[in-house]
């Protein structure tokens, strides 16, 4: 009996050991690298991993590397997953991360600071320096468009104003409705 009692706990203990380790992790992230590339080096492919920050209601908040092309799913598991009773249902839980970019979950961001659901955080989106996944962020605005955006400001040396942003190919009366009062320059 004694034996089988200790062979009990021993499945039992083998078992919370590997559950444990099979969770995901924050990792914290070390200082910058002082190595700095040859002159002569060629621009190198994107990073193959990202780090953000998960702040706000999840098991642990910090910062996380996760593989490029994770999305805010990712970065919550990451995080330990969201805290009991947080209501996820307004988190864009598949949209695609950036590098450093902060993810709030449950709470209320300072106006300006991006939330997991709301990628605008109550800002704007800058035409004139904004990256094409802050301008898919936009309704209505895909991959293509928000392309074409940045093909328009890099042709005109940058939007003078909202109203430029007409003059893109595929944005009609409707659509710059739907982005006018999210964008500014």
Do not use: C
């Not at 988190?91 to 997991?116: F, H, M, W, Y």
Request: proline share 9%; glycine share 10%.
């Amino acid at each position: 009996m004694r034996a089988l009692i200790a062979v009990t706990i021993l499945v039992v203990a083998i078992a919370a050991f590997l559950a444990w380790r099979a969770q995901p992790h924050s990792e914290p992230v070390g200082p910058a690298s002082t190595y700095s590339a040859p002159l002569a080096a060629t621009p190198s492919a994107p990073p193959s991993t990202i780090v953000v920050a998960v702040q706000g209601k999840v098991t642990h908040p910090g910062l996380v590397r996760l593989p490029s092309g994770s999305r805010v799913a990712d970065a919550i598991a990451a995080a330990g997953g969201a805290l009991p009773g947080v209501d996820l249902s307004y988190v864009n839980s598949a949209r695609k991360l950036t590098d450093g970019e902060l993810i709030v979950i449950g709470e209320t961001p300072p106006p300006g600071v991006a939330a997991a659901g709301d990628p605008t955080g109550g800002g704007k989106v800058d035409l004139n320096s904004a990256s094409l996944t802050e301008l898919e962020t936009l309704p209505g605005i895909g991959p293509a468009l928000a392309q074409r955006i940045i093909d328009y400001r890099t042709q005109h040396n940058g939007f003078r104003s909202v109203d430029e942003l007409r003059q893109v190919s595929g944005i009609g009366d409707a659509k710059f409705a739907s982005v006018k009062d999210l964008v500014t320059v």
